[in-house]
């Protein structure tokens, strides 16, 4: 795969911004490579820490071989067109890439804590302290990404990830689009998909409200609103908007008042994300901070 455009420099400090004026070409010898971090459907990733500035990053390997097969190079140069220019503190960076002959590096943030899905799992579900604080950071986080033109279209727990003090940050961008246009195009993971998607129908950066909305249920329920065993109940309680909120776990009636307002048929009626921060659910509940210390 040839991907021309020059890398941009990790930061030296987490904290400083590298001039946009460093840009320069990596390879492998760039980089001391450490423990694996885990494996993804292409290829793994791993600790790594580059040797000039001593900073040290997340090094996905992926092989051009099965992007190939899987004809995902077109969606794999996207996500790092997009991904790259984007500076949030819960979007995760990608620093820059670079290639060999089989393999494509992406020069990643490193987050420490690892995957939420596995906090979700080890926890079953999230106190509304911990849930609140995290739906905040993902709509300041897709506040951005929309200022930008730029909708995910797949937030879920698998694409998330934990900074070193807790902080999310979103980390894949594999399924977004920069837009300026309505889309029709069926993408993302069933469960998290709005009835305009699974619809395949136009569809917006609303989209990404009503995944926020499943995510929230998600978080203070342990599983998704609408998961049923055949992939067809799924489909049909998403597009019937069939939400049941169980007697247990206990939930405020706040938090579903908020998850009822995203969880809306008709796009145009979601709330929208900056009314979302002033909810009252997230004004009694997130940290101000944005940070939920774990
Ligand atoms: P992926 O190929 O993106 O699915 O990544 C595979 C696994 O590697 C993830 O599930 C994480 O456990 C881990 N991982 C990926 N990126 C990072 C990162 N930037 N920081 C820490 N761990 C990561």
Redesign the pocket.
Known sequence: MAIAAENQAPQEKASSEVSATETRRWTLNDFDIGKP???????H?YLAREKRSNHIV?L?VLFKSQLQQSQVEHQLRREVEIQSHLRHPNI?RLYGYFYDQKRVYLI?????K??LYKELQKCKYFSERRAATYVVSLARALIYCHGKHVIHRDIKP?NL?IGAQGELKI??FGWSVHTFNRRRTMCGTLDYLPPEMVESVEHDASVDIWSLGVLCYEFLYGVPPFEAKEHSDTYRRIVQVDLKFPPKPIVSAQAKDLISQMLVKDSAERLPLHKLLEHPWIVQNAEPSGVYRI
């Open positions: 971090l885990g494996r993804g459907k292409f290829g990733v997340a996905k995760l990643l943030e490193y987050a420490a690892g995957e698998e990830l980390a894949d």
